[in-house]
């Protein structure tokens, strides 16, 4: 049988391009996000592109711990096993200075990176216990590295990221579920449009000049952290764009 794949925030950018990709290599795929115009949009997207691709969508906001574990557990049985979970969905809001921050954004970085993270993993976790080639992907960030101006509390959830898929690979050491954080740097999505509430130009302005990455390269990525044999765990990659040194240091030409 096909790995299950689970991906949260599957509607855009990575979650979007690993059920592409993930579809191509015969995955089966779960898929859950806010939108449910997009994910029935990508849905049809996949079954026309790779007819015969079994594939189940729910609309989810991780944030909602009673909502996670009610659409976890009332899966259909033919959906009961996941062999593979991507803790995709994440966001910034805002780039400001801590002391004029927005408790409003603060609240959704929190409720999104962290606590999201953690309620689908908990209740996703049991799915994949049978599972001969489970593995969990984190998608962490260059910010869950280092910390830079008016970044703040998104690296603070970051850090925690970081922190969490560790903590996760020595929990889940005795069941055999492998844990992999994959880290990027810029990658050019509808990323920084949520992190400036809309703003195009000035979300379109940060990838000035440079080459960043796309939802395809990191879904690459995963792909290949998930086709290691058995007895292979890659516990953290950091990619980044050539032009990218850290997360401020930029080559611009």
């Not at 953690?118 to 976790?125: D, M």
């Not at 922190?163 to 844990?179: H, P, Q, T």
Request: neutral net charge; contains cysteine.
């Amino acid at each position: 049988m096909n790995r299950t794949v689970l991906i949260t925030g599957a509607s855009s950018g990575i979650g979007k391009a690993c059920a592409l990709l993930l579809a191509q290599e015969g995955y089966r795929l779960v898929l859950c996000a806010r939108r449910a115009e997009r994910l029935e949009d990508l849905k049809k997207a996949i079954q026309q592109e790779h007819p015969g691709t079994d594939i189940f969508t729910f609309t989810l906001d991780v944030r909602d711990a009673a909502a996670v574990q009610q659409a976890v557990t009332t899966l259909p049985a033919e959906w009961q096993q996941i062999d593979v979970l991507i803790n995709n969905a994440g966001l910034s809001q805002g780039l400001d200075p801590i002391q004029s921050g927005q408790l409003s954004d603060w609240d959704t970085m929190i409720d999104t990176n962290v606590k999201g993270l953690l309620y689908v993993s908990r209740a996703v976790i049991p799915l994949m216990e049978n599972s001969k080639n489970a593995h969990i992907i984190n998608i962490g960030s260059i910010a869950g590295k280092e910390v830079y101006p008016n970044g703040n509390v998104y690296c603070a959830t970051k850090h925690a990221v970081d922190a969490l898929n560790k903590a996760m690979r020595i929990d889940l050491l005795e069941k055999g579920i492998r844990v992999s954080a994959i880290n990027p740097g810029m990658v050019e999505t509808e990323f920084s449009e949520v992190r400036f509430h809309g703003d195009t130009e000035r979300a379109k302005a940060v990838y000035n000049g440079v080459t960043a990455l796309t939802g395809q390269d990191i879904a690459e990525v995963i792909a290949f952290v998930l086709s290691r044999r058995a007895h292979i765990n890659i516990n953290d990659l950091l990619i980044m764009p050539t032009a990218q040194a850290t997360g401020t240091i930029v080559n611009r030409k």
